[in-house]
C-alpha cells in the first residue's frame, strides 16, 4: 500500500523558515497531485496548499510548495514564520482511486 | 457562504452501527463530492471515503469495505456516513469536507463529529 511518511514534529523560531517533507513509498509522487492541510488544536483541518504548490485564497504567501522526484518527496515551506502557524500539517495525495493522508508533522514556534 | 454541518455527538456499543450525517449550504450539493475523513485522539488523518451527490456512486478505502455505506439525500442536501460493526478503536471525530470543482483536495470541512465506542 501507498504511503506517506512525514517527520514527526519540527520546530523554529519566529521569523525563521521551516520545511515540512513527505515521502511517497512507491512510486512518482509527482504522478499525482500533493495537498498540504494546517489543523490547529480542537478544530478541523483547512488547506494552504494544494495541487503542489497552489494556495488557495487567504492563505499567504509565507506558504509554499513544492515537488522533488529525484527524492520522491513534497514539501511545504513556511517563511517568516509566527506563532500563529504552531500547528499539526498533513500532505495528501492519491493511490489508485483512494485518497492517502501523511501521518503528519507537528510545528513547534518557539 | 458554504457550510457543513454535522449531526452531535454519539456513544455506542461495541458491535452497533453509526450513522453520522452532513447537511450541506450554500453551493449546489449535487456538484462536488463528499468525502469522510476520520481522526481517532491523538492520531492522524485517515480517508475513509467518497460519495457522488449526483449519482450515489460511492468510492471505499479498502480498510473500510463491507463496513462502511456513504449515501445522500439530494433533497435535503445532505450526505450521510454509517459504519457498523463498530469497536473500540472507531472511537474517533468523523469530518464530512467537500472537495473543490476539480475534485482535487477537500475545500470545506464540517466541524466533525465525535464518536466514542464503549462497553
Known amino acids: 500500500n501507498f504511503m506517506l511518511t512525514q517527520p514527526h514534529s519540527v520546530s523554529e523560531s519566529p521569523g525563521k523558515t521551516v520545511t515540512i517533507s513527505c515521502t511517497g513509498s512507491?512510486?512518482?509522487?509527482?504522478?499525482?497531485?500533493v495537498q498540504w492541510y494546517q489543523q490547529r488544536p480542537g478544530s478541523a483541518p483547512t488547506t494552504v496548499i494544494y495541487?503542489?504548490?497552489?494556495?488557495p485564497s487567504g492563505v499567504p504567501d509565507r506558504f509554499s510548495g513544492s515537488i522533488d522526484s529525484s527524492s520522491n518527496s513534497a514539501s511545504l515551506t513556511i517563511s517568516g514564520l509566527k506563532t500563529e502557524d504552531e500547528a499539526d500539517y498533513y500532505c495528501?495525495?492519491?493511490?489508485?482511486?483512494?485518497?492517502?493522508f501523511g501521518g503528519g508533522t507537528t510545528l513547534t514556534v518557539l | 457562504q458554504v457550510q457543513l454541518v454535522q449531526s452531535g455527538a454519539e456513544v455506542k456499543k461495541p458491535g452497533a452501527s453509526v450513522k453520522v450525517s452532513c447537511k450541506a449550504s450554500?453551493?449546489?450539493?449535487?456538484?462536488?463530492?463528499i468525502h469522510w475523513v476520520r481522526q481517532a485522539p491523538g492520531q492522524g488523518l485517515e480517508w475513509m471515503g467518497r460519495?457522488?451527490?449526483?449519482?450515489?456512486?460511492?468510492n471505499y478505502a479498502q480498510k473500510f469495505q463491507g463496513r462502511v455505506t456513504m449515501t445522500r439525500d439530494t433533497s435535503i442536501s445532505t450526505a450521510y456516513m454509517e459504519l457498523s460493526r463498530l469497536r473500540s478503536d472507531d472511537t474517533a471525530v468523523y469530518y464530512c469536507?467537500?472537495?473543490?470543482?476539480?475534485?482535487?483536495?477537500?475545500?470545506?470541512w464540517g466541524q466533525g463529529t465525535l464518536v466514542t465506542v464503549s462497553s
Open positions: 469536507a467537500r472537495a473543490d470543482s476539480s475534485g482535487y483536495y477537500l475545500e470545506y
Open positions: 450554500g453551493y449546489a450539493f449535487t456538484g462536488y463530492y
Open positions: 460519495v457522488t451527490p449526483n449519482s450515489g456512486l460511492t
Open positions: 512507491s512510486g512518482s509522487i509527482a504522478s499525482n497531485y
Open positions: 495541487e503542489d504548490n497552489q494556495r
Open positions: 495528501q495525495s492519491y493511490d489508485s482511486g483512494s485518497w492517502v
